[in-house]
């Protein structure tokens, strides 16, 4: 960023060579009053450093002396009078023949579409104190940038991985004519594969394409039993999948979603047996559905769980009351 304090010395001009490094066109699209371009070869140093900063979009925060910014209102108001020009002498300018250069500076920074405010002050407590505010300002929504950046990020992350799931729908199907067919089983049995998956076992694809039906399939799983606990004081009630040692896989979903999983597998092993790998190897190579776990194994014994949860909703009701 750039400090500019503006005051009433002019300094010295640039030399012409200078002049060839600047994209004027540019600049002068930048600002509604660009009086001050017209002469170019009579601009300060200063002048084509802040310039210069305008081109690259540089933010600049400029303050002007309060004598300097009064007499800027004079001149505003009799720059159209030529002969009055003539005799004007401003107290803050220290050589009259500046003076327009230097209210022409301001008025092309104070024109520009974007950054451009321009601040007088009387004292260098006047510029720290509005610098401090202003900064304050530019760090709370470089963070807030920062965080939507972070947000829209994730979102090109997880739209990155939905073509990726696209992708291997067409490269898992081209050799099978029915293209749309596959396309619509890996959005509609995504659900189903995903909840499958989350069982540990060894041959996951061999049983995801096979013919079991549904009560086959858990015994394939290793599991006994299901089981549907609903709790009293309308604590949630909770679906779990026993294995025959006892332990056993806790859905975090309601019994009417393991019933509609059900019901996917059924229309799932309708399919013919071609079109299912292909949606499984589709679906099996999305990272998504991998990072899903609809159900998480618990290395406890089935009883105890449930009893250490009653326990607990016993004592926190005796707790309450």
């Known amino acids: ?34 009086i001050l371009l ?27 002396d309060e004598g300097v910014m009064h007499d800027h209102h004079v001149y505003e108001k009799n720059k159209d009078k030529p002969a009055v020009m003539q005799e004007i002498e401003f107290p803050s300018i220290q050589k009259k023949e500046t003076a327009k250069y230097i209210f022409e500076f301001v008025n092309f920074l104070s024109h520009r ?21 202003q900064w304050s300002q530019y760090f709370q929504r470089l963070l807030s940038e920062n965080r939507t950046r972070s947000i829209d990020s994730k979102r090109y992350l997880d739209f990155s991985e939905k073509l990726d799931d696209l992708k291997a729908v067409v490269l898992a199907s081209i050799a099978t004519p029915n293209l749309r067919e596959i396309a619509r089983g890996a959005i509609q049995y995504r659900h189903l594969i995903s909840f499958i998956s989350g069982f540990v076992v060894d041959n996951l694809r061999e049983l995801l394409v096979s013919n079991y039906s549904w009560e086959d399939l858990l015994k394939q799983l290793d599991i006994q039993d299901v089981q549907n606990v609903e709790f009293e004081n309308n604590f949630r009630s909770r679906v779990y999948f026993i294995k025959n040692d006892g332990t056993f896989y806790q859905c975090r979903f309601p019994s009417r979603f393991v019933d509609d999983i059900k019901i996917d597998w059924v229309n799932f092993i309708g399919i013919d047996k071609e079109s299912r790998e292909a949606i499984v190897d589709a679906t099996l190579q999305d990272r998504d559905a991998r990072r899903r776990k609809d159900i998480h194994y618990v290395p406890q014994k089935f009883e105890e769980h449930i009893s250490e949860l009653l326990n607990e909703r016993q004592s926190s009701d005796e707790e309450n009351s």
């Open 1 to 34: 960023m750039v400090l500019l304090i503006i005051g009433s010395r002019f300094g010295g001009t640039g030399i012409p060579s200078v002049l060839e490094n600047f994209d004027f066109d540019s600049i002068i699209g930048l600002s509604s009053k660009t």
């Open 38 to 64: 017209e002469n170019k070869d009579k601009l300060s140093i200063t002048q084509l450093e802040i310039l210069k900063a305008v081109e690259q979009s540089i933010p600049i925060y400029a303050f002007v």
């Open 113 to 133: 579409a974007t950054n451009n405010s321009v601040t007088s002050f009387s004292r260098l407590e006047d510029i720290k104190n509005t610098l401090i505010g």
